[in-house]
């Protein structure tokens, strides 16, 4: 990264062209590619793509609700004890505190349209975890940061 400070703030006017990150901001967070979209102290909104085989273990953000419009394949989801899928515009609801996971168990290409609220940490998260490729430092790191990841095989099939 830019080392440039994610500002947070009102949300400034403008357009995020298509396949770039506001303020230029791109992520590389264990082979997920993240483009932030849009940031504020109210929100934060970033797009992903996600690799076959690869998803985001159980974990809890305690102080936002998260969300997901599903663009392009289908999403497996972990919501708070049961398994669902999500396709091309679904949108997905994580309340705070819920525990939810997601993955890429298709031979496609997934993108949707994550947002978070309030912003929060995440946006400086995602700064720290960019190219790191240590599972375990990334939940250290996600700790530091308002986000929780359960312990590895608490939730059976993730």
């Given at each position: 990264m830019t080392g440039e400070e994610i500002m947070l703030g009102p949300l400034p006017k403008g357009i995020t062209l298509a396949k770039e990150g506001m303020r230029k901001r791109v992520w590389n967070v264990l082979g997920h590619t993240y483009f932030?979209?849009?940031?504020?102290?109210?929100?934060f909104a970033f797009e992903t793509?996600?690799?076959?085989?690869?998803?985001?273990?159980?974990?809890?953000?305690?102080?936002?609700?998260?969300?997901?419009?599903?663009?392009?394949?289908?999403?497996?989801?972990?919501?708070?004890?049961?398994w669902e899928t999500a396709g091309p515009g679904d949108t997905v609801r994580m309340p705070k505190n819920l525990p939810h996971a997601y993955y890429n168990r298709s031979e496609d290409i997934t993108r949707g349209l994550f947002w978070v609220s309030p912003?929060?940490?995440?946006?400086?998260?995602?700064?720290?975890?960019?190219n790191v490729a240590d599972p375990a430092e990334v939940v250290r790191l996600a700790a530091l940061h308002d986000v929780d990841f359960l312990p590895p095989g608490s939730v059976e099939g993730a």
């Open positions: 932030m979209k849009a940031s504020s102290e109210s929100s793509m996600d690799p076959p085989g690869t998803g985001v273990p159980p974990h809890v953000h305690p102080t936002q609700d998260e969300h997901i419009y599903v663009l392009e394949g289908v999403f497996t989801l972990y919501l708070d004890g049961q912003a929060g940490r995440l946006a400086e998260l995602f700064d720290k975890l960019h």
